[in-house]
């Protein structure tokens, strides 16, 4: 009953911010970030409504409650996260003036779900879910699919810009990191599109600016297949 209860909740909770997304506008979309930031956030909302939320957020709300219709929760996010574009009531793609603020919120979102999904859910839910591997190898081709991006170099870029936005970096970074660890293939992308050269960078610029980026960088780096250079180590 009570997980009967606690799953009709999460639902109503993730209608209410399709029914703010499907607005267009900006201020309500916003408010329907925070409160999928919160959603994903098992400290806020409980480990199994945080895993559910995310799963929306990874997988889509088709795939994830079955529904069909309407504006899918996770375009919007990535929306937001790529900052170009966002979908009107029918999912349908516009071009917007992107804002920080959505970004952030978008980046805080992604990377809450990617973390529930490292943690994984069978020893307390002990719902079958997908590997994370296949989960996070959809989830790219689904960006790569709908918007005709690459959300790696969204990441890439984002982390390397720590000294303009060391928020969006540290999200960033802890984005890869998920991604690196999730799937070899997924790993093996980042090796080849420069990731290590950007995440060295970004540890950098994080040793003078920001403990918490540093330790996302350097728990990135490792992940990777490479080692902190002596001099870089000795300077953090």
């Known amino acids: ?49 945080a895993l559910s939320a995310g799963r929306v957020v990874l997988e889509g709300w088709n795939n994830a409650t ?14 937001s996260v790529l900052s170009t574009q966002t979908l009107d009531s029918r999912g349908q793609t516009q071009q917007y003036p992107g804002t ?13 779900a990617l973390r529930n999904l490292e943690a994984g859910d069978s020893a307390t839910t002990g719902k079958i879910s997908k590997p994370p591997f296949m989960v996070v190898e959809s989830y790219l081709a689904h960006v790569d699919r709908r918007f005709g991006l690459d959300l790696l ?9 720590a000294q303009e936005n060391m928020h969006d970096s540290y999200l ?16 093996r992308a980042i090796q080849d599109q420069g ?15 920001s403990l918490r980026l540093e330790e996302a960088t350097e728990q ?7 080692r ?8 953090c």
């Open 1 to 49: 009953l009570v997980d009967t209860e606690r799953e009709a909740n999460c639902a109503a909770a993730l209608e209410t911010v399709r029914t703010l997304l499907k607005s267009g506008k900006i201020d309500a979309r916003e408010l329907a970030l925070q409160s999928l930031v919160f959603l994903t956030d098992p400290s806020h909302s409980g480990v199994e409504t």
């Open 66 to 79: 079955g529904g069909c219709d309407g504006l899918d929760i996770r375009d919007a996010v990535l929306a």
């Open 100 to 112: 920080n603020t959505s970004r952030s919120l978008g980046l805080a979102v992604v990377a809450n």
């Open 153 to 161: 170099y969204v990441l890439f870029d984002c982390m390397g810009k």
């Open 172 to 187: 960033a970074a802890q984005c890869l990191n998920v991604l690196c660890k999730a799937s070899d293939k997924v790993k």
């Open 195 to 209: 990731g290590k050269d950007v995440a060295m960078a970004t540890l950098g610029v994080a040793c003078r600016i």
């Open 220 to 226: 990135l780096i490792p992940a990777l297949g490479t």
């Open 228 to 235: 902190i250079p002596t001099m870089v180590a000795t300077y």
